[in-house]
């Protein structure tokens, strides 16, 4: 099935179509300028003509350029096409540079990334614009280990209006991603002599690590089908939840639950963690507003642009109780760690639409997807069902019992990346096993979906 | 002396002139917002209207209104002026706001900071629209650790080129400010059994009490009229030094010394930490090469753009041995920590040339403030020798023994901000005492350039 062509001096061995024709003119290329055959500076021919001489589509020329300017063989520059990069530095003394990126499979429906391609780069670049005219000298320089007040005061205002949030600029802590502001949190935490947090039982292995390493041991709360019970929280120090939006399961903690977990606050002084990592997308009723809004003295909100906008940005937010902010701001260390002109730009963003523009357009694009999924998965698979489906960017695809390592065995056959629902199971959780994909529909560019969509319908149980 | 004035409803009790007048103005204004005189929405008058009205410069309102947008009181939008912020949340169950920043002196000859006022604007802003365009999507979801390969590999080339480093961009790990980076190699090091770090008795205590906070007791090492001396290197696993140019004292670390610490450092396999702070500013010869140069398995280079651009940004740089790598990117957590675009920005602007560019303007521009620095002192302060001049954002005032306090105590007379020598050293430094003033004198924007040196000549012995 392969055969080899001659390109640029480059062998490629392309098979005739399919996922393969990427990976193999990636490796192809990379490996041509790691050995020098392409020297640096050598200009590539455009993606478009490429694509016409190997006879293969102009995007998997364009991918596979874009994923080695990503990894540093190439570079692009506007008027000046693609160029294989110059190395000026000498590595005799040094072990030849390995292979970054595992090669990737040619479908990604991990959960945890909107569509990359969905990125406001115009609209992003003027309020950039707009930020750097507008910024003051001062915000050049060592910041406020809070943040710029221009971007809490933007986000104190989009967070009591979009998510009931009870928001003062002052008791907001601007992060890099949510994972450092659990970091921020644990070390907070730890230094007022916490030892557990009571977590979910289904969650991300990251978090609980993250929490192990600074000293919390995880304890995971009960999870039945009306979702995560608190009714075992007693003495933990904290408990780190997601209110609105299960992660994975998808459900929304019962008003019931909700007042429990204040409760509990209240009455023990333990703290909740609000992780509101996807609160924007919700489709099919009114948001859930924040929990934070119930007890601002005892609920930490999280949210975060990594899914509204981009994880790249490395933007999240926290709303504390007054008592925890300047410890807070000090473990984040002593100045600001995020950069100002990202933060003037977001406060930017915020402050002249362009976000809830944003956020109304992409919340339309992925509701299309996920009722092209659904009515897909009827159609194609109606053995499973699909819950958690009411907002996200993922659902939840239910198995029947054993089957799900085959499944993910299938998917990992028709070159799909997913994960099963096992994966998210806390290892102490004390639950019934549930056979499960986690499905991130946001993930694939417009241009691989309906292929991921195929190769997951073709690995699931007919 | 004062006088009441009536303006936008404020009463405004201003001194008819000198740094009073600032501090006056934004008071004044932060109080009117804050207690609602000033409603949110208000349109203030143009700085230039403002400034006439109350027969002052028109800087003084500028930097006023200035001040005031960093602290989140009004905003500054192009085309629609400057305007009270809006507050949209209740703060009703919350206590009020505290002024955030305490008034600040008039002047500020304080170490550590550029002019801000430099920062390339416009060459950022193309930079970054360069950036934003090339950018692959990728680039926009969760990175690696290390930072951006495009950065890496920009830093690779130009720290190669300009400052001896043996760089690849496979060990370069891409930190939000040097702090952050020397977090990070703390971490390491605490998790590879490490106890003790040498210093220099002449630092940074930010630095110090990092190190200390991570369980690592800081050693300091003799310091001579050489400056610093290796020779006590015995058993301590690690050494903190600026050799291309000691801070705050100035010198070069002599080329026997060089020798001499990368001599310990192969025989005891201890790790040399190189802080490069400014390493792109010397003025009166070639620049002294990186000592990691020398050994780049047993000395980590680190390097920022803190002085060269603005701190701001957030962007320092580790070139790491090779066996360090894996460990410090994990130290610094699952994925980047540093914002995608400025990182590929910074990639563009260092690609471009423009960083050359700003650091040769810069350089000039910081090489007159030195000189008339200079002059002005053996004109008007005969008494006191400037030293640690050849490099730099800054000298060191030796002064007559005993005197430094009192010096100090003028300084804050005449309204100026500047750190005397003994908050430098070391608690445990075995050193004679030495009486100085480090002066930054990069740190005024041109505008209070010569006002800061007129209340520091006045502030000095005669």
Same mark, same amino acid.
Do not use: H, M, Q, V
């Given at each position: 099935m392969a055969k080899p062509r001659a390109t640029l001096g480059v062998d490629l061995h392309l098979e005739p179509a399919g996922p393969g024709v990427r990976r193999g003119l990636t490796d192809a290329l990379r490996e041509a300028v790691r050995t020098g #055959?392409?020297?640096?500076?050598t200009r590539l021919p455009s993606s478009r003509a490429l694509a016409a001489d190997l006879g293969i589509a102009r995007n998997t020329v364009a991918d596979a350029y874009a994923d080695l300017v990503a990894e540093g063989w190439l570079t692009a520059r506007q008027g000046s096409g693609t160029r294989v990069a110059d190395r000026t530095v000498s590595l005799s003394s040094l072990p030849p540079p390995r292979p970054r990126v595992p090669s990737r499979p040619a479908y990604d429906l991990v959960p945890g990334l909107p569509d990359l391609a969905t990125f406001p780069r115009a609209e992003w670049l003027k309020a950039a614009r707009r930020a750097l005219t507008a910024?003051?000298? %001062? +915000?050049?320089?060592? *910041? /406020?280990p809070r943040g710029r007040a221009e971007l809490r005061t933007a986000l104190a205002g989009y967070l009591a209006r979009a998510r009931g949030v009870r928001a003062d600029p002052e008791r907001i802590l601007v992060c890099a991603g949510f994972s450092h502001a659990l970091r921020v949190l644990a070390a907070v935490l730890r230094a007022r002599g916490a030892r557990t947090v009571a977590v979910e039982s289904y969650g991300l292995h990251t978090h609980w690590e993250l929490l192990g390493d600074a000293g919390l041991r995880t304890v995971p709360l009960p999870f039945d089908e009306r979702g995560t019970d608190p009714g075992e929280l007693t003495d933990q120090d904290a408990v780190l939840l997601t209110p609105a939006h299960q992660f994975p399961m998808g459900g929304t903690l019962h008003r019931d639950r909700r007042a429990a977990v204040v409760d509990w606050a209240r009455r023990t002084g333990g703290l909740v963690i609000e /992780? /509101?990592? /996807?609160? %924007?997308f919700r489709y099919d009723r009114q948001p859930v507003g924040a929990l934070q809004g119930l007890d601002p003295d005892h609920v930490v909100y999280a949210g975060t642009? +990594?899914?509204?906008?981009?994880? *790249?940005? #490395?933007l999240a937010w926290l709303v504390l109780p007054p008592d925890l902010v300047t410890q807070a701001a000090r473990a984040k260390g002593g100045s600001d760690t995020c950069g100002a002109l990202d933060q003037l730009t977001l406060a930017e963003f915020i402050a002249s639409g362009a976000y809830d523009r944003h956020v109304r357009a992409v919340r339309l694009r992925y509701r299309r997807r996920r009722d092209a999924l659904v009515t897909e998965l009827a159609r194609r698979a109606p053995r499973v069902t699909a819950t958690g489906?009411?907002?996200?960017l993922h659902v939840v695809l239910r198995l029947p019992p054993g089957t799900e390592q085959a499944v993910l065995r299938a998917a990992a056959w028709q070159d799909l990346a997913v994960h099963g629902l096992h994966r998210f199971q806390h290892p102490e959780a004390a639950v019934e096993p549930r056979d499960g994909l986690v499905v991130g529909?946001?993930?694939?560019?417009d241009h691989a979906w309906q292929g991921a969509l195929d190769a997951l319908c073709a690995a699931l149980p007919e």
């Open positions: #055959r392409l020297a640096p500076g910024a003051p000298n %001062e +915000s050049f320089g060592y *910041g /406020d /992780d /509101d990592y /996807d609160g %924007e642009a +990594s899914k509204s906008l981009a994880p *790249g940005l #490395r489906i009411a907002a996200g529909y946001a993930t694939p560019p």
